[in-house]
Nanobody, 124 residues
Framework: VQLVESGGGSVQAGGSLRLSCVRSGYPYAGLCMGWVRQAPGQEREGVATIGSTGNTRYTESVNGRFTISEDNAKNTLYLQMNSLKSEETAMYYC???????????????????WGQGTQVTVSS
């Protein structure tokens, strides 16, 4: 399975970006997929996860501003990010796993497959 992210870039605080992640090598729905970010000098942080049944979870700081979704016909995962903040500057990674219990959906350690990342820079 290969994951390829796109859509990162530079935006001013308050702006929006939509990240995309195209999945190849596994043409079936049912993966648990998520977005994880890592800022320089900081630990990875789970941002949003969508389970195999479509259930979603978000880290509290992005609730109401970010939306995770997927288009299984296109094998693509999305992250719509609105009202971006400068502290959200980070590398954003698409990640996947075959099983994610709901109690662990926000733990980045559950993911076994990773993309190369796309940089998001938010200027204040």
């Amino acid at each position: 399975v290969q994951l390829v992210e796109s859509g990162g870039g530079s935006v001013q605080a308050g702006g929006s970006l939509r990240l995309s992640c195209v999945r190849s090598g596994y043409p079936y729905a049912g993966l648990c997929m998520g977005w994880v970010r890592q800022a320089p000098g900081q630990e990875r942080e789970g941002v949003a996860t969508i389970g195999s049944t479509g259930n979603t979870r978000y880290t509290e700081s992005v609730n109401g501003r970010f939306t995770i979704s997927e288009d299984n016909a296109k094998n693509t995962l999305y992250l719509q990010m609105n009202s971006l903040k400068s502290e959200e500057t980070a590398m954003y990674y698409c990640a996947a796993t075959f099983y994610c219990p709901s109690s662990r959906m926000m733990e980045d350690q559950i993911f076994t497959l990773w993309g190369q990342g796309t940089q998001v820079t938010v200027s204040s």
